[in-house]
């Protein structure tokens, strides 16, 4: 958090030989929304933007509701030399983390706010510009960057056409959702967007963060901005425990879904749960045919930002082995503030095939990218 | 080779829940008026679906009567939940749907009845038994009331409050509540439940009871973000919170998650003035069963080590929820020098009362 990337990198890089990193979480931003995004816009919802903003389930039109810890929530060294906001910036960001990171695979998750928002008609339209913007600005300026495929997912049909619109186009790797969505992610209103997903042979991910309405609490608002972050996690639970719950992998048996930015230590407490639930009351779920564990190990994989920091490192080691390594993405979560420095995230010496796995393989295997 | 509880002489289960067996018994304990509404207005009866009556998990199958209310008299406690665990203090939370109501007059009404009828079916029957003051939680006022109105009656050993409320746990509005638990001695217990004023999870309402009781557990870790980020611990250092029927095997992960954070946000938190888990471990202490075990013994001992802590731990049946057959509701795993900690040692260190002279109810 906060140290000095160029600096400390110049310190390590001449020790020894980098490995190369897949990094499962990178947030790109436009230098304005006006200069980047509405060229892919109509006019029609260029002047509604300008009209009307942008209306979220949220009170505040130009914030969040709980203000970040720090501007952007970026990192203070993340502002590109050329001005604009962090991430906004190609050429910085590959002298900053791309390059010194020595980044093979860089996922792009754009939290751009085309999703969530309010207006169907007009989340479909942003969700379509800032699809075509990754393409334009990044993707097909830097092979290493992936893009994800924003979809308006409180509207699975406009959903499944911008994923069929986008089926096959090698620029994007996953379908992009974000966690706070306004009914648990489980329930068959969003399944038409599993079906396309599955179809166009694209993992579904979920990005921590959005605006569903209900507080991110079962007992209400939280005070602090530091609760809501924490409490992405279980938002996060709650969102696979309803797809766990009402079928969706049983129902979508090639569904691969990422949980991005959510932590991952709490997973092995949330399959005991489950499973003990599951045994418990069968007969209310008999659609749910293999203990949720199972399912869960076969079809969620987790990146690892912000990677938790048990006391004893082995502690770490346990629960990764509870999850299983295959099932973990490593992630940067640049240009935030809370990023996990490659060199740094693994407190503990690994074995060099758990080690690859978790920083490059695993990823490139669950993308398609290792043939 | 799992331990039984039969072989240790002090036994203290600190979450049994007797059933309230229909509205009518609860009249005699409330005033004309509120009677007369019960009775004009039809109002139902306070089951709640957190525990719908017949769902397996809610009573073990050996502990459903072929007629009548489960777990509804002293009798009934005492054969089933008593005796065949060598049960000495067992502590009744009765989880009776009083914080679901809108009206905070009519909840303050329903917790006095609720808590007389505890007193006079239960504590005053059976040497063995304690309770936790139900309040209304709808109004702090009112239940700070509520807990003056019970303290001087050393067999309220903890004040119940669940987990899911209107607003997280740690909000100053609730602190009256906490000033007066402490003041008298008194835990707070955090029950699994929710008041259902708002959706279970932060996604909305779930389709399946399944998904709505394992949604607890998301809020259990919410509630000890809220505990500590608001500053419940350095207002009332004294203060211990019950996590009962919440599951125990999330709550390191838990505080790893919460201690990185602080390390980042500290700023917005200044009270906060020590690690999470650090201030955690003094002040929380969650029951024993529900117990959501790793699937083998030794992954079971690992995750012990992870609580960093023998000290946290309360031994609970949870009666009459089936969470285990027969008397196993010691896993293995647990040593026996762990099991004496969990089962006599440490209810003693968290509910002062239980170490204190009785005086029931009658100012000494």
Same mark, same amino acid.
């Given at each position: 958090?906060?140290?000095?990337?160029?600096?400390?990198?110049?310190?390590?890089?001449?020790?020894?030989?980098?490995?190369?990193?897949?990094?499962?979480?990178?947030?790109?931003?436009?230098?304005?929304?006006?200069?980047?995004?509405?060229?892919?816009?109509?006019?029609?919802?260029?002047?509604?933007?300008?009209?009307?903003?942008?209306?979220?389930?949220?009170?505040?039109?130009?914030?969040?509701?709980?203000?970040?810890?720090?501007?952007?929530?970026?990192?203070?060294?993340?502002?590109?030399?050329?001005?604009?906001?962090?991430?906004?910036?190609?050429?910085?960001?590959?002298?900053?983390?791309?390059?010194?990171?020595?980044?093979?695979?860089?996922?792009?998750?754009?939290?751009?706010?085309?999703?969530?928002?309010?207006?169907?008609?007009?989340?479909?339209?942003?969700?379509?510009?800032?699809?075509?913007?990754?393409?334009?600005?990044?993707?097909?300026?830097?092979?290493?960057?992936?893009?994800?495929?924003?979809?308006?997912?409180?509207?699975?049909?406009?959903?499944?056409?911008?994923?069929?619109?986008?089926?096959?186009?090698?620029?994007?790797?996953?379908?992009?959702?974000?966690?706070?969505?306004?009914?648990?992610?489980?329930?068959?209103?969003?399944?038409?967007?599993?079906?396309?997903?599955?179809?166009?042979?694209?993992?579904?991910?979920?990005?921590?963060?959005?605006?569903?309405?209900?507080?991110?609490?079962?007992?209400?608002?939280?005070?602090?901005?530091?609760?809501?972050?924490?409490?992405?996690?279980?938002?996060?639970?709650?969102?696979?425990?309803?797809?766990?719950?009402?079928?969706?992998?049983?129902?979508?048996?090639?569904?691969?879904?990422?949980?991005?930015?959510?932590?991952?230590?709490?997973?092995?407490?949330?399959?005991?749960?489950?499973?003990?639930?599951?045994?418990?009351?069968?007969?209310?779920?008999?659609?749910?045919?293999?203990?949720?564990?199972?399912?869960?190990?076969?079809?969620?994989?987790?990146?690892?930002?912000? +990677?938790?920091?048990?006391?004893?490192?082995?502690?770490?080691?346990?629960?990764?082995?509870?999850?299983?390594?295959?099932?973990?993405?490593?992630?940067?979560?640049?240009?935030?503030?809370?990023?996990?420095?490659?060199?740094?995230? +693994?407190?503990?010496?690994?074995?060099?095939?758990?080690?690859?796995?978790?920083?490059?393989?695993?990823?490139?295997?669950?993308?398609?990218?290792?043939? | 080779?799992?331990?039984?509880?039969?072989?240790?002489?002090?036994?203290?289960?600190?979450?049994?829940?007797?059933?309230?067996?229909?509205?009518?018994?609860?009249?005699?304990?409330?005033?004309?008026?509120?009677?007369?509404?019960?009775?004009?207005?039809?109002?139902?009866?306070?089951?709640?679906?957190?525990?719908?009556?017949?769902?397996?998990?809610?009573?073990?199958?050996?502990?459903?009567?072929?007629?009548?209310?489960?777990?509804?008299?002293?009798?009934?406690?005492?054969?089933?939940?008593?005796?065949?665990?060598?049960?000495?203090?067992?502590?009744?939370?009765?989880?009776?749907?009083?914080?679901?109501?809108?009206?905070?007059?009519?909840?303050?009404?329903?917790?006095?009845?609720?808590?007389?009828?505890?007193?006079?079916?239960?504590?005053?029957?059976?040497?063995?038994?304690?309770?936790?003051?139900?309040?209304?939680?709808?109004?702090?006022?009112?239940?700070?009331?509520?807990?003056?109105?019970?303290?001087?009656?050393?067999?309220?050993?903890?004040?119940?409050?669940?987990?899911?409320?209107?607003?997280?746990?740690?909000?100053?509005?609730?602190?009256?509540?906490?000033?007066?638990?402490?003041?008298?001695?008194?835990?707070?217990?955090?029950?699994?439940?929710?008041?259902?004023?708002?959706?279970?999870?932060?996604?909305?309402?779930?389709?399946?009871?399944?998904?709505?009781?394992?949604?607890?557990?998301?809020?259990?870790?919410?509630?000890?973000?809220?505990?500590?980020?608001?500053?419940?611990?350095?207002?009332?250092?004294?203060?211990?919170?019950?996590?009962?029927?919440?599951?125990?095997?999330?709550?390191?992960?838990?505080?790893?998650?919460?201690?990185?954070?602080?390390?980042?946000?500290?700023?917005?938190?200044?009270?906060?003035?020590?690690?999470?888990?650090?201030?955690?471990?003094?002040?929380?202490?969650?029951?024993?069963?529900?117990?959501?075990?790793?699937?083998?013994?030794?992954?079971?001992?690992?995750?012990?080590?992870?609580?960093?802590?023998?000290?946290?731990?309360?031994?609970?049946?949870?009666?009459?929820?089936?969470?285990?057959?027969?008397?196993?509701?010691?896993?293995?795993?647990?040593?026996?020098?762990?099991?004496?900690?969990?089962?006599?040692?440490?209810?003693?260190?968290?509910?002062?009362?239980?170490?204190?002279?009785?005086?029931?109810?009658?100012?000494?």
């Amino acid at each position: 958090m906060n140290v000095d990337i160029l600096t400390h990198e110049k310190s390590i890089s001449k020790t020894r030989a980098r490995m190369a990193i897949a990094d499962c979480d990178i947030h790109p931003s436009p230098k304005s929304v006006e200069i980047e995004i509405f060229p892919f816009l109509s006019k029609r919802w260029q002047e509604y933007m300008k009209t009307y903003g942008v209306i979220y389930r949220q009170g505040f039109p130009t914030g969040p509701a709980f203000p970040k810890g720090q501007p952007n929530a970026a990192r203070r060294d993340s502002y590109p030399t050329s001005g604009g906001k962090p991430g906004s910036d190609l050429a910085f960001m590959q002298s900053q983390h791309l390059g010194p990171n020595n980044i093979q695979l860089g996922v792009l998750n754009p939290l751009q706010c085309a999703q969530g928002v309010q207006n169907q008609d007009f989340s479909a339209a942003y969700c379509n510009a800032v699809n075509q913007w990754q393409i334009e600005q990044w993707t097909s300026k830097d092979h290493r960057l992936k893009a994800s495929l924003m979809v308006p997912y409180e509207d699975p049909l406009a959903s499944v056409k911008e994923i069929e619109k986008w089926a096959g186009n090698e620029h994007f790797i996953q379908v992009l959702l974000l966690s706070r969505t306004a009914e648990p992610l489980g329930q068959r209103k969003y399944w038409p967007i599993y079906d396309a997903a599955c179809r166009a042979g694209l993992p579904v991910a979920v990005h921590a963060f959005g605006y569903g309405g209900a507080p991110v609490t079962g007992g209400g608002w939280p005070s602090f901005y530091i609760e809501e972050m924490v409490g992405h996690a279980q938002n996060t639970q709650s969102l696979l425990t309803s797809m766990v719950i009402e079928g969706v992998f049983e129902k979508f048996p090639t569904l691969k879904l990422i949980l991005i930015e959510a932590g991952f230590a709490w997973l092995p407490a949330l399959s005991w749960r489950l499973d003990k639930l599951w045994d418990r009351m069968r007969d209310e779920i008999p659609h749910v045919s293999r203990p949720p564990s199972q399912l869960i190990r076969e079809h969620v994989w987790l990146t690892t930002q912000p +990677m938790e920091e048990p006391e004893e490192t082995n502690q770490l080691l346990d629960t990764i082995e509870w999850i299983g390594w295959e099932n973990l993405l490593f992630a940067t979560d640049y240009p935030h503030w809370d990023y996990d420095d490659p060199s740094r995230a +693994m407190p503990i010496k690994i074995g060099k095939q758990q080690k690859e796995g978790f920083f490059l393989n695993n990823a490139l295997k669950l993308y398609g990218l290792d043939q | 080779m799992a331990i039984s509880p039969n072989a240790f002489s002090n036994v203290i289960d600190c979450d049994i829940h007797p059933t309230v067996p229909s509205i009518d018994a609860l009249l005699p304990y409330m005033n004309e008026h509120w009677q007369d509404t019960i009775v004009q207005r039809g109002v139902h009866e306070l089951e709640t679906i957190s525990y719908p009556k017949n769902a397996p998990l809610t009573v073990r199958p050996d502990w459903r009567l072929e007629k009548g209310v489960p777990a509804a008299n002293v009798d009934l406690i005492k054969r089933q939940a008593l005796d065949p665990f060598g049960t000495s203090i067992a502590v009744l939370n009765c989880l009776y749907g009083v914080q679901l109501l809108m009206s905070e007059d009519m909840a303050s009404a329903f917790a006095s009845a609720v808590n007389d009828w505890i007193k006079a079916e239960f504590l005053d029957k059976e040497p063995r038994l304690r309770a936790s003051i139900v309040i209304p939680t709808q109004s702090p006022e009112m239940a700070v009331n509520e807990i003056e109105r019970l303290a001087n009656d050393k067999r309220f050993v903890s004040v119940l409050m669940l987990v899911m409320d209107e607003n997280p746990l740690g909000r100053r509005l609730y602190w009256p509540i906490y000033a007066a638990a402490e003041r008298h001695g008194l835990p707070i217990c955090v029950h699994a439940g929710s008041t259902y004023k708002h959706p279970v999870t932060s996604v909305g309402w779930p389709s399946y009871y399944t998904e709505d009781y394992a949604s607890n557990a998301a809020a259990f870790h919410n509630m000890v973000s809220s505990f500590i980020c608001e500053g419940v611990f350095a207002k009332f250092s004294d203060l211990k919170i019950v996590l009962a029927e919440s599951g125990f095997t999330w709550f390191p992960a838990h505080l790893w998650r919460l201690t990185k954070f602080w390390r980042g946000l500290r700023a917005e938190i200044p009270w906060v003035d020590r690690p999470p888990i650090e201030i955690a471990r003094d002040h929380f202490r969650l029951t024993l069963q529900p117990i959501d075990a790793p699937p083998t013994t030794e992954q079971f001992e690992r995750l012990m080590d992870h609580m960093g802590s023998d000290e946290i731990l309360l031994y609970s049946t949870d009666y009459p929820h089936w969470q285990f057959d027969e008397t196993n509701v010691i896993p293995d795993g647990i040593s026996k020098g762990l099991a004496i900690k969990i089962m006599e040692q440490n209810p003693k260190n968290t509910y002062p009362r239980l170490s204190a002279p009785l005086n029931n109810g009658i100012n000494q």
